[in-house]
C-alpha cells in the first residue's frame, strides 16, 4: 500500500460571510444553475447495520457532514433492488430498495431529512438497460421465441447455418460481443439478445411502447416520493441504428468518444427526453403532496424551485453533448471533455472556451467535474504522466497528484456553471491500485478487451475516523479493503486542521456560496498569464492556476480570498504561486 503523503500547504482562509447574506441555493427556482452537487456510492459512503456494505441509513445518518461541507444537493448511485452484477447498475425492479440498502421507508426517510436540512436528493436512474433478473425478461426467455415481451428487449436470430454467430459485430463496453445466445425452453440453442454491457444487463428496446410507458411511471413513483431530480444513466444509448447495422471494426472501445456510434448518441433519444421533460415540467414549482410510504401528514406545499435531470452522455464533442440540454430536453449534461483533459492550462482553456461556447446558444449551464464512481480518482490521475487516461493502474507520486488535485479543485470551483464532487475527494482521496485480484468486483475486470476493469480503486469505502475496523465506515468491516494509511485520511483526522483538504473544501464552499460571482453567468474573462498558467476575472473576482511545475510570478489582483498552496504577496504588488497552486482574487 502507498505511503501517507505529506500535509499540503494551508489555505488562505477568509472571514466568514454572514449568514444572512448567504443565498441558499435550495430556496431558489434556478437552483441546479450553479449547484455544487455530491455524489453518493451508497454501498461505499457509511454503513448502519455492521454488514459491511453501505445502506441508507447510513447515508441519512452522515447528511449534516454534507451540508456543513457546503454542497446544495446529492445525487445517489443505484439503490434499487438488484442481483448486483454491476454494482446496481442492473435493476430488477425500479420502485424497491435492494434489501442491502434498506427498503422504501428508509428512501423515504432520507428525503425527507435531506429537506429539512436544505439539501436536494437526485437519484440514479438507468433506463439503457435492466437486470437479467427483471421480470419482463424473465417472461420473455421462458415465453420462448415469438414472445411480445421479448419485443420490449432486443431479441434476434443468429447468423450462420445454424444460428451460432451474433446478429452483428457489436462489442461490449465492458468486452466481448454485445450478444449472447439463450437456451430456449425445450434445451435447444435459440436467439441472441443485446446488452451493451454485462450479460445480465440486456438492453430495452425503446421503439416498443411499453418501454416508455414504464419509465414515465417509473419517474412519477419517485417524483411523488419527494426527490428533486434524476440522474441519467449512459443518457445516450437508449436508441440503437434501425436494423442494428454493423459496425465495420474491432476494439470498438476505442473508437468511443470520437464519432457517433450505431448503438450511441442516436438523434432519437431526443423525443424521449423532450417527453421527460414535460413530466418533470408539472413538478416544478408548487410541491405536489408527497405519496410516498410516510405521507401522512408530510405536505408542506412549499415552492421547492425545479425538479432537474443530468445527462450520463458520452459523446464525442461538447457540441453534441448540448443537444441534450435544449431548452425542452434535460437540464444538464457531465462535461466529460473536462474530466478527461490534463492539468495543463493551454488544455484547459480550451475546453472551458468550448463547453461554454456550446452551452451558451442552448441557455444549459456548464458542468464541471473531476471524479466520479467510473474513474480514477483525481489525485492519482494527476499524481501520474500525462496520457495514461482515466482509468490508471499506479499509485504515481502521491503528494503531487494531491496538490495539483486541490489546485485543480479551486479551478473547477471557479467556473460558471454547476460542479459535481465525487464522496472522498474532499479528503484528497487517491484510488486504491493495489487491490488483490480476489477481492474485485468490477466486472470488466473479468471480461476482456474492453474497459480495464479497475474502478474498484475508486469505490473503496471511505474513512471517517482514524482508527476502528473500517475507520469508521461501519462496525463490520468493509466490502473492499481499505488501505491502512486511510484513518490519517479521514474526517476526523483532517476536521478543524487549517492546513487539510477537507478545510480547504469546506471554505471554498462557503466562498462560493457567498459570492455571486462565482458559479453565474456563463463566459469568463480571461487574463493575461505566464505560460503554463490560467488566469481569469469573473466581475471582482480573479482566479489564478498555476499548472506548470515551477513557481511564478503574477500580479496581485487584490486580496486573497483562498489558495491551494502557499501564496507570497511582495511589496510591489505582486503574487509569488508554488507550482500547481490555484489562488482566488477579490477585488472588492
Known amino acids: 500500500m502507498s505511503q501517507q503523503p ?3 500547504p494551508a489555505p488562505t482562509a477568509p472571514a466568514p460571510a454572514p449568514t444572512s447574506a448567504v443565498a441558499t441555493v435550495a430556496q431558489r427556482r434556478d437552483w441546479w444553475r450553479d449547484a455544487v452537487i455530491y455524489q453518493v456510492y451508497p454501498r461505499s459512503f457509511a454503513d448502519s447495520d455492521g454488514d459491511g456494505m453501505g445502506d441508507l441509513e447510513g447515508v441519512r445518518s452522515r447528511l449534516p457532514y454534507l451540508r456543513d ?21 442492473d435493476v430488477a425492479d425500479y420502485r424497491a430498495v435492494d434489501p442491502m440498502f434498506g427498503n422504501l421507508l428508509d428512501a423515504d426517510a432520507l428525503i425527507r431529512d435531506a429537506r429539512e436540512l436544505g439539501l436536494r436528493i437526485i437519484v440514479d436512474l438507468v433506463p439503457n438497460h435492466s437486470s437479467d433478473q427483471h421480470e419482463w ?44 445466445r439463450v437456451t430456449e425452453p425445450d434445451g435447444t440453442p435459440g436467439e441472441w439478445y443485446l446488452h451493451l454491457f454485462a450479460p445480465e444487463q ?33 443518457a445516450h444509448g437508449l436508441v440503437k441504428a434501425p436494423g442494428l447495422p454493423d459496425l465495420g471494426s474491432h476494439e470498438q472501445l476505442k473508437l468511443l468518444g470520437n464519432d457517433v ?73 457531465f462535461n466529460f471533455q473536462y474530466l478527461s483533459t490534463e492539468w495543463d492550462a ?29 474513474v480514477t480518482r483525481h489525485a492519482t490521475r494527476f499524481a501520474n504522466p500525462p496520457g495514461l487516461g482515466t482509468q490508471i493502474r499506479t499509485a504515481g507520486d502521491r503528494a503531487l497528484g494531491l496538490r495539483r488535485a486541490r489546485a485543480a479543485t479551486m479551478l473547477m470551483l471557479a467556473l460558471p456553471g454547476s460542479a459535481y464532487v465525487y464522496q472522498g475527494e474532499e479528503l484528497g482521496l487517491p ?56 484513518g490519517e485520511l479521514s474526517v476526523e483526522a483532517q476536521d478543524g486542521v487549517p492546513d487539510s483538504t477537507l478545510e480547504l473544501y469546506r471554505t471554498a464552499l462557503a466562498v462560493r456560496r457567498a459570492r455571486p ?16 498558467v490560467l488566469a481569469f476575472r469573473r466581475g471582482e473576482f480573479v482566479c489564478v492556476a498555476n499548472t506548470s511545475g515551477e513557481s511564478v510570478t503574477t500580479p496581485a489582483y487584490g486580496r486573497v480570498l483562498l489558495a491551494s498552496g502557499e501564496v507570497t504577496e511582495t511589496d510591489s504588488g505582486e503574487a509569488k504561486l508554488p507550482a500547481d497552486t490555484t489562488v482566488w482574487f477579490t477585488t472588492a
Not at 411480445?148 to 452483428?168: I, S, V
Not at 416544478?284 to 443530468?310: L, Y
Request: with cysteine; glycine share 12%; proline share 9%.
Open 346 to 374: 493551454k488544455e484547459l482553456r480550451e475546453v472551458v472556451d468550448r463547453t461554454l461556447d456550446a452551452m451558451r446558444p442552448v441557455g444549459a449551464p456548464a458542468t464541471w467535474v473531476l471524479s466520479n464512481h467510473d
Open 69 to 89: 461541507l457546503g454542497v446544495d444537493a446529492v445525487w445517489l448511485s443505484p439503490f434499487y433492488a438488484s442481483p448486483q452484477a454491476d454494482a446496481g447498475y
Open 431 to 486: 484510488d486504491v491500485v493495489d487491490l488483490p485480484d480476489e477481492v474485485r468486483q468490477d466486472p470488466a475486470y473479468f471480461r476482456g478487451a474492453g474497459q480495464d476493469g479497475f474502478r474498484d480503486g475508486c469505490r473503496v469505502p471511505i474513512p471517517w475516523t482514524r482508527e476502528g475496523s473500517s475507520y469508521g465506515f461501519g462496525t463490520g468491516g468493509s466490502w473492499l479493503p481499505q488501505p491502512p494509511h486511510w
Open 517 to 532: 460571482d462565482l458559479g453565474a453567468g456563463d463566459s469568463v474573462e480571461w487574463l493575461k498569464a505566464p505560460e503554463g
Open 202 to 234: 440486456p438492453d430495452f428496446n425503446w421503439e416498443h411502447p411499453a418501454v416508455g410507458d414504464e419509465f414515465r411511471s417509473i419517474l412519477r413513483f419517485w417524483l411523488d416520493m419527494g426527490v428533486d431530480g434524476f440522474r441519467i444513466d449512459v
Open 137 to 180: 425478461f424473465k417472461r420473455a426467455l421462458a415465453d420462448g421465441p415469438g414472445s411480445p415481451l421479448r419485443d420490449r428487449y432486443h431479441f434476434r436470430p443468429g447468423k450462420g447455418a445454424g444460428g451460432e454467430l451474433p446478429p452483428n459485430d457489436w462489442e461490449s463496453i465492458f468486452g466481448g460481443p454485445a450478444w449472447t
Open 261 to 333: 456510434m450505431p448503438f450511441f448518441d442516436q438523434d432519437g433519444v431526443h423525443e424521449i427526453y423532450r417527453q421527460w421533460r414535460r413530466i418533470l415540467d408539472e413538478y416544478s414549482g408548487e410541491e405536489k403532496e408527497p405519496e410516498g410510504p410516510s405521507a401522512e401528514g408530510r405536505g408542506r406545499g412549499r415552492e421547492t424551485g425545479e425538479r432537474i435531470f443530468v445527462a450520463e452522455a458520452w459523446t464525442p464533442t461538447v457540441e453534441r453533448t448540448a443537444n441534450y440540454v435544449r431548452p425542452d430536453e434535460l437540464h444538464q449534461a
Open 6 to 8: 505529506p500535509a499540503a
